[in-house]
């Protein structure tokens, strides 16, 4: 069993910085790969980042590419997502994920463990 907490959301102006913190409690975090997601008002979850178990993998959706960066410290047990130059189009709660199959969570599939989520709001 997993348990994960969101944490580091917050308001921000556009072009400004924030880095979001997934603390998971539990000993098989090492074996999860870990996502981040995100869901606007009105809107679907989309994906936002993976990692893989090892940290040697990482893939972004093309809205992100370039601006966030997802990392994991295993001795810690948490995940981040740092997020620069944020746009008014990235307010959304944003949501830690983990599964084991790195690929299918890119798809929102085979997502064992979701977090609560936290508040992102970006201002023009």
């Known amino acids: 069993q997993v348990h994960l907490v969101e944490s580091g959301g917050g308001s921000v102006q556009a072009g400004g910085s924030l880095r979001l913190s997934c603390a998971a409690s539990?000993?098989?975090?090492?074996?999860?790969?870990m996502g981040w997601f995100r869901q606007a008002p009105g809107k679907e979850r989309e994906f936002v980042a993976v990692?893989?178990?090892?940290?040697?993998?990482?893939r972004y959706a093309d809205s992100v590419k370039g601006r966030f960066t997802i990392s994991r410290d295993t001795a810690e047990n948490t995940v981040h997502l740092q997020m620069n130059s944020l746009k008014p189009e990235d307010t959304a709660v944003y949501y830690c994920?983990?599964?084991?199959?790195?690929?299918?969570?890119?798809?929102?599939?085979?997502?064992?463990?979701w977090g609560q989520g936290t508040q992102v709001t970006v201002s023009s």
């Open positions: 990692i893989s178990r090892n940290a040697v993998s990482t």
């Open positions: 539990g000993r098989t975090f090492s074996s999860y790969a």
């Open positions: 994920a983990g599964g084991l199959n790195f690929g299918t969570i890119v798809a929102g599939r085979d997502i064992d463990y």
